[in-house]
């Protein structure tokens, strides 16, 4: 029984989530850094993720506000154009609640891993923001939704969905291991990867790994 619940599908809707997800995003992203520094400061002091903050204040709502802050334009930018460009396909084929329900599922599962890692790395004061544990998630969804698209890197580069997942992939390890992904949250990317996988298994029914490999 419990597993018919998990399984139980939404009744097919589609109301341009990915629209209104972007929206909100330009939003918070145009409040926190045009109505003033003090605006600014409280903003990110109150939706980021702070591990030392959660466990001190219990703020527990930042596992899912830190993925609508963004450090600069080009951090917001490039999340949401990924959002944009991945988000509309699986929204389609998933119906909006669904995508909602897996957008902010993968998202604030990757923000409690990554706090987890923090807090037993003694990394306390770190400040995670951003939606790209979210969006790395959609990129799974979008490879095992569609594993024969192609994807044109940076308009050139011509990937099959798969390959750049695990081209991916494997960026965001060499950047872990040789510690120069910058200020990057490099396993925020990975865990929102792995949460996707989980999600197409349990929700689903799916192996991710047959859908992208053929077999």
């Known amino acids: 029984m419990n597993q018919n619940i998990i399984r139980r599908p939404f009744k097919y809707t589609h109301f341009n989530a990915v629209y209104w997800l972007i929206g909100i995003n330009l939003v918070?992203?145009?409040a926190a850094n045009f109505l003033g520094q003090?605006?600014?400061?409280?903003?990110?002091?109150?939706?980021?993720?702070?591990?030392?903050?959660?466990?001190?204040?219990?703020?527990?709502?930042?596992?899912?506000t830190y993925m609508f802050m963004h450090?600069?334009?080009?951090?917001?930018?490039?999340?949401?154009?990924?959002?944009?460009?991945?988000?509309?396909?699986?929204?389609?084929?998933?119906?909006?609640?669904?995508?909602?329900?897996f957008y902010f599922v993968t998202g604030t599962l990757a923000g409690f891993f990554s706090f987890l890692v923090y807090y037993f790395t003694g990394n306390l004061i770190v400040s995670l923001v951003g939606a790209s544990g979210?969006?790395?998630?959609?990129?799974?969804?979008?490879?095992?939704?569609?594993?024969?698209?192609?994807?044109?890197?940076?308009?050139?580069?011509?990937?099959?969905?798969?390959?750049?997942?695990?081209?991916?992939?494997?960026?965001?390890?060499?950047?872990?291991?040789?510690?120069?992904?910058?200020?990057?949250?490099?396993?925020?990317?990975?865990?929102?990867?792995g949460f996707a996988w989980i999600y197409f298994v349990v929700r689903f029914g799916v192996s991710p790994l047959r859908r992208l490999t053929g077999r």
């Open 28 to 30: 918070i992203f145009a």
């Open 71 to 101: 450090g600069n334009f080009q951090h917001i930018f490039f999340n949401m154009l990924g959002l944009f460009i991945f988000g509309i396909h699986v929204e389609r084929q998933m119906g909006s609640k669904e995508f909602l329900l």
């Open 38 to 64: 003090r605006t600014g400061m409280l903003m990110n002091i109150y939706l980021s993720m702070i591990p030392v903050i959660i466990i001190e204040e219990k703020w527990v709502w930042t596992f899912v």
């Open 134 to 193: 979210a969006i790395y998630a959609v990129q799974l969804a979008y490879a095992v939704l569609f594993p024969s698209a192609v994807i044109y890197i940076w308009g050139i580069i011509p990937l099959r969905a798969p390959v750049m997942v695990l081209g991916f992939t494997l960026l965001s390890l060499f950047f872990i291991f040789t510690g120069r992904g910058g200020n990057v949250a490099h396993l925020t990317h990975l865990a929102g990867f």
